[in-house]
T-cell receptor, first 113, second 114 residues
């Protein structure tokens, strides 16, 4: 079974803190993604990576950065957390071929207070 | 313009009945793929079904089928014989040829009643 594992299910952080969300996949997927999910807005792409050390901005990259030093691991970084970054964060991975589905982690519900 | 439009914020259906969840898409790329995902209240995203733009037949996976109407740019999900466990959020998504990313719609909440 494909596994995409996010390091935390729930996180509570203070405004201004630097926050790391970690994601690991075990299927040798080239692509990895970070999405943010908010009620009524669906899933919005923050960043994605198609190879080690490669990254591309998604639709809402402001306030976020990412790191991919190893193929299996993709980290999302909130440089200075703000209350408007309170949300559900979903990591996903997929093969590069366009007809293949993405597999998702269980999500991290982040609350910034 | 939105690339994926799901016009039904919520749908109700009785157990054992069929239900159709609407999805329209917008792309000028001749090569694309359409996906449906289910998200139960537990939060995980579960892949249900895929349709490629060049596929001649509608995709089917068990009780799920995709009503693909290319000229209308619609890819509706049909769930036959609804079960209580089908209550969840459903997302339509598109991957355009040459791009690795999935673009999602805003989702439809389906509630199945006994």
């Amino acid at each position: 079974d494909v596994k995409v594992t996010q390091s935390s299910r729930y996180l509570v952080k203070r405004t201004g803190e630097k926050v790391f969300l970690e994601c690991v996949q075990d299927m040798d997927h080239e692509n990895m993604f970070w999405y943010r999910q908010d009620p009524g807005l669906g899933l919005r792409l923050i960043y994605f990576s198609y190879d080690v050390k490669m990254k591309e901005k998604g639709d809402i990259p402001e306030g976020y950065s990412v790191s991919r030093e190893k193929k299996e691991r993709f980290s999302l970084i909130l440089e200075s957390a703000s209350t408007n970054q309170t949300s559900m964060y979903l990591c996903a991975s997929s093969f590069r071929a366009e007809y293949t589905e993405a597999f998702f982690g269980q999500g991290t519900r982040l609350t910034v207070v | 313009a939105q690339k994926i439009t799901q016009t039904q914020p919520g749908m109700f259906v009785q157990e054992k009945e069929a239900v159709t969840l609407d999805c329209t898409y917008d792309t000028s790329d001749p090569s694309y793929g359409l996906f449906w995902y289910k998200q139960p209240s537990s939060g995980e995203m579960i892949f249900l079904i895929y349709q490629g733009s060049y596929d001649q037949q509608n995709a089917t996976e068990g009780r799920y089928s995709l009503n693909f109407q290319k000229a209308r740019k619609s890819a509706n999900l049909v769930i036959s014989a609804s079960q209580l466990g089908d209550s969840a959020m459903y997302f339509c998504a598109m991957r355009e040829g040459g791009y690795s990313t999935l673009t999602f719609g805003k989702g439809t909440m389906l509630l199945v009643s006994p």
